[in-house]
């Protein structure tokens, strides 16, 4: 068989496989995928049902908001019928799941909290009371956890008017200690060595300095009652 034969034969019988692939795909079956070197690759799992109504179920779940999706997530990954969970949230009305509020994520899912830490040491630079960009308030400070090489060093951001008080009162070197969630960086030095950069939203705070205790009235001064001098007397009206 001469070269350009050969070529033919092959070039035919790649489209003869594409063509039966094709096929198999839209009639639901499994098909097989040749590598573009050549071979044999394992067979595609194919989707029980058309990828129509695949479209369409997708397209229904979709208004249905995404509550609805992750409620039907939650199920699926504990083990239910996929495609018949599927099937039963398709068939809900979007508008009477608007209408009862299930439609949008509780707040709480939509935000991820960060873990909670409690950092007890000293006050290495004084804090400074700052404005934020939409107006609100908060203090900063930097506080040494430990000593030596074993130090590390947490930039405080406090919020809170109690907070920020108490953290206002204190200077440099005054022990306190802080609660609040944390953040931890990975960074590299201007010689390219890696350290870490912590950081913590502080919305608690225990120092050891004892708060001012408030102004008591003088006694020299007693407030006034409101009382009124009696001023009756014979024809005043009261019988005895």
Known sequence: MSQFSLTRSIKARRDLEARLRRSKLLHGHSAFVDRPEGGWRRPIPTAPIPRSRAYLLGARIHDLGPRALAELLIEILSGCDALARIEKYAELDPAIVAAV????????????????????????????????????????????????DAARWWKALVFG????????????????????EFDCQAYKTDTGEDRLSWSIMVDAVLSARAKP??????????QPFDTKRWEGGPGDGIPF
């Open 101 to 148: 509020g299930a439609r949008d994520l509780p707040p709480a899912a939509r935000t991820v909290r960060r873990p909670r830490a409690l950092v007890s040491g000293v006050i290495f630079t004084a804090p400074v009371e700052k404005t934020s960009k939409a107006g609100n308030a908060y203090v900063t400070a930097t506080i040494r956890d430990g000593k030596g």
């Open 161 to 180: 008017d109690d907070a920020m008080a108490e953290v206002l009162r204190l200077g440099d070197g005054d022990p306190l200690a802080v609660a609040g």
């Open 213 to 222: 205790k408030k102004a008591k009235p003088s006694q020299d001064n007693p």
